[in-house]
């Protein structure tokens, strides 16, 4: 009699394996009614967990002043708006000058943002930005920043007019429009130099160059209370400024714990595999003494990065096919960070016949026939999902049953 065992991936835990484990059972049932399952839970043993209860992680220090629940005090909820648009804060100030009525100012008055858009632009035909101050930390970054902080300059005054003009006056609004020019040169330095890695910028100096840059336009206020304020709606509907949140940085421990098992259990197989390997080659010997027939290693994710590397690590245990469901096994060979198999080494004699199903839309399943060529067949389905559920759903899904039946031995 075929044995199918069952290996499951990374972020399961007994519950969650013990539901998956019936849906292969049932959808095995339905089209191999003779074959049976076992199953090779590892979750609680070889998986991730915080063992010393989050002692890892840095706490809040009880002395310093806690921001709002809200985020809408804190400094930092600024700069992470600007960090994915520079001109955030302009669009902010436009967006409510559209819904009061009672914006615009008195007609023959210089246009206020206009003037500040001049002044702005004038930074562009100006020496270095730390000529009139002693101020070394905003001298390095601006010399970092180089050309692209005057070309920041036309932007920002650009947008200034294009916005704001004809509207209210607005306070601190030189503070604002000098992070606006740092924010913007800071992004516009990255895509020259088509950088790899976010530009390092120390806080200390860039907070240094926006005071320069708010002196050279006339302004005085360059805190940044009233300025956060503006955001909090913003802050709370966007994922990655959610991040930056205080919401966020005090509930690390909870969160963390939430992703834990998804990303622990990856590294912790990087770093203690052996564990889980032998896991698995136990189920399938145990698998091969009951039933004295044919075994299959039905692998999901994790799973199957733990299955190849066990089977490609000679001999081959006994298993008679492998079934890689949403696996990463060719992308890690391909980029030389798999245990079992080295980038440019060749699959054992004994690696027994290997299928390995994949979805596209699934950002987490990869291809092996051109990576592995002769030694793989790829089959590709159709959950009709979107990632992630494309990565998760492949065992609710009854054509890979109807597949797997037509493979197993």
């Not at 075929?2 to 007994?14: A, I, M």
């Not at 409510?96 to 632009?121: C, H, I, M, N, Y």
């Not at 300025?227 to 690390?252: E, H, I, K, M, T």
Request: aromatic fraction near 6%; charge should be negative; hydrophobic fraction near 40%.
């Amino acid at each position: 009699m075929t044995s199918v065992v069952f290996v499951h991936g990374t972020g399961v835990r007994e519950d969650s394996y013990r539901k998956s484990y019936q849906r292969v059972a049932r959808g095995l049932a339905r089209v191999r009614p003779e074959v049976r399952l076992a199953p090779c839970y590892w979750g609680d043993t070889y998986g991730a967990h915080l063992a010393l209860g989050g002692a890892s992680f840095p706490e809040r220090e009880q002395d310093r002043a806690v921001p709002g629940a809200d985020g809408a005090d804190d400094p930092l909820a600024v700069w992470a708006l600007l960090e994915q648009d520079p001109f955030a804060e302009i669009e902010l100030l436009a967006d409510s000058a559209r819904e009061d009525e009672g914006g615009g100012f008195a007609p023959g008055r210089t246009d206020p943002w206009d003037a500040l858009a001049d002044r702005v632009r004038a930074l562009a035909g100006a020496g270095p930005v730390t000529d009139a101050t002693d101020d070394g930390d905003a001298a390095a970054l601006a010399e970092e920043l180089g050309p692209r902080l005057y070309d920041a300059a036309l932007r920002v005054a650009e947008e200034l007019s294009l916005r704001l003009s004809g509207t209210a006056p607005g306070r601190d609004t030189e503070a604002m429009a000098a992070r606006a020019v740092v924010a913007l040169a800071t992004r516009l330095t990255e895509h020259t130099e088509d950088a790899e890695e976010p530009l390092p910028v120390d806080g200390a100096d860039r907070d240094a160059l926006v005071r320069v840059l708010t002196d050279r336009l006339g302004g005085t206020d360059r805190g940044l209370k009233g300025a956060a304020s503006w955001v909090g709606g913003r802050l709370l509907g966007d994922p990655l400024l959610w991040a930056s949140s205080p919401v966020v940085q005090r509930g690390r421990r909870p969160m963390t714990g939430k992703i834990l098992p998804g990303s622990g259990d990856i590294l912790r197989y990087q770093g203690r595999g052996t564990g889980l390997r032998t896991r698995i080659a136990d189920t399938v010997a145990l698998a091969r003494e009951r039933e004295g027939g044919p075994v299959v290693l039905l692998a999901h994710s994790l799973g199957g990065i733990a299955s190849f590397d066990l089977l490609a690590m000679e001999p081959a245990h006994g298993v008679d096919l492998l079934i890689t469901v949403g696996s990463q096994a060719p992308f890690l060979y391909e980029i030389d960070a798999l245990t079992g198999l080295r980038r440019g080494d060749d699959l054992p004699a004994t690696f027994p016949r290997w299928i390995n199903v994949y979805d596209r839309r699934d950002l987490l399943g990869f291809v092996g026939e051109r990576v592995f060529p002769g030694r793989v067949t790829d089959v590709r389905v159709n959950l009709r999902q979107p990632f992630p559920r494309s990565h998760t759903g492949y065992f609710a899904h009854q054509g890979l049953y109807e597949r797997i039946a037509a493979e197993l031995p």
